[in-house]
């Protein structure tokens, strides 16, 4: 008997949890606040902010590459603004992580110059919030969420967008992985060469190294994403180009 009432209140214990839970759960979901889907109206305000978004990472992107990931110079760099990943035998290499800062600082500034005052739209009433950006290298991509929240009035109707995301397909992530190798060989003090080919042809990227003319002991890496070129940049077409120093 006073087991079968254990039990029994063991029974009622777990229902009394699972409908607490369940409570808990519709309390939150209720208070999570999505934003409504865009009008008509106001979709080319969306559609501009996304431009500007796209213009802005690309032009990060490019910026980075040209200083081995950094928007904000590095001290250890040769005269050209090149960063040492290797310097007195020491591995200067920004993380991954530490690269994507650098992209998002670029994107929210490059992006209040962009979209400017949005004056383009005055037939709207646009207040802007501070964007901040949140930038992930991957394989393939690179992708950018940014919140830049904006209220936009026009006439009595009032509406509000803050997410926006866009991708961009350099291959950032994998140009990194060779970056990586190409420093880990060198701490080794042995290029393997047959090695280096063989990384180019399986990721279809270009690899140059070149001695430094300005620094003494310095070589320049040069790497080509041969899947992506800039339309717009000059000169036209150019390739991707992200460029490391090292040392030895």
Known sequence: MLNKRGQLTIFIILAILIIAFVALFFVFRGGIQKEKPVSPE????????EECIYDAGEDALYFIGLH???Y???????????PYYIKDN????????????EISKYVDEALLL?????????????????????????????????????????????????EFKTEIPVRLGR???AGSFIV???????????????????????????????ESKTIIYNIFDESY?????????????FRFAIEY
């Open 229 to 241: 070129l800039f339309k717009e940049k000059i000169p036209e077409d150019e390739r991707y180009l």
């Open 175 to 177: 140009i990194y992985n």
């Open 114 to 162: 962009c979209a400017g005052n949005f004056t383009e739209f005055d037939n709207f009433q646009i207040a802007s919030g501070k964007p901040k950006t949140s930038a992930k290298i991957l394989d393939e991509k690179v992708i950018l969420e940014v919140n830049y929240p904006l209220t936009i009035i026009r006439g009595e109707e009032k509406s509000r967008i803050s």
């Open 184 to 214: 880990s060989e060198h701490l080794k003090g042995e290029i393997c060469m047959s090695c280096l080919l063989e990384l180019q042809e399986k990721e279809n990227l270009s690899i140059m190294s070149q001695d430094s003319l300005e």
């Open 42 to 49: 106001i979709a080319p305000i969306k559609n501009f902010v």
């Open 90 to 101: 020491n591995t200067l290499m920004p993380s991954k992580e530490d690269i994507e800062i």
């Open 72 to 82: 904000v110079p590095n001290k250890f760099s040769t005269s050209l603004g090149v």
């Open 68 to 70: 081995g990931g950094y």
